[in-house]
Nanobody, 118 residues
Framework: QVQLVESGGGLVQAGGSLRLSCLASGRTSSNYHLGWFRQAPGKEREFVAAIIWTGGSTYYADSVKGRFTISRDNAKNTVYLQMNSLKTEDTAVYYC???????????WGQGTQVTVSS
């Protein structure tokens, strides 16, 4: 079992920045691939970014490429999502997820709200 707790959400103006954090705990949590997803009101949850457990490879949705950066610190069991040049369409609840098998997201956090105002 892996437990995930997100933090760092909030209200920011368009063009601003936020950094989300997700603390992972549980058995061998540092061996899990970690990702960020988001869900806007009335929309389905969508993939944002992911990083393999070694931290060597990262993946991004086209909508956030060049603006968001995912990173992880295995010593702190934490994954980060640095979000720059935020747009109103980035407004959503952001979820952290963990995967033992790449692409099979078995564990989810409770989510953190990000609101971008115009």
């Amino acid at each position: 079992q892996v437990q995930l707790v997100e933090s760092g959400g909030g209200l920011v103006q368009a063009g601003g920045s936020l950094r989300l954090s997700c603390l992972a705990s549980g058995r061998t949590s540092s061996n899990y691939h970690l990702g960020w997803f988001r869900q806007a009101p009335g929309k389905e949850r969508e993939f944002v970014a992911a990083i393999i457990w070694t931290g060597g490879s990262t993946y991004y949705a086209d909508s956030v490429k060049g603006r968001f950066t995912i990173s992880r610190d295995n010593a702190k069991n934490t994954v980060y999502l640095q979000m720059n040049s935020l747009k109103t369409e980035d407004t959503a609840v952001y979820y952290c997820a963990a995967s033992a098998v790449w692409g099979k997201w078995d564990y989810w956090g409770q989510g953190t709200q990000v609101t971008v105002s115009s």
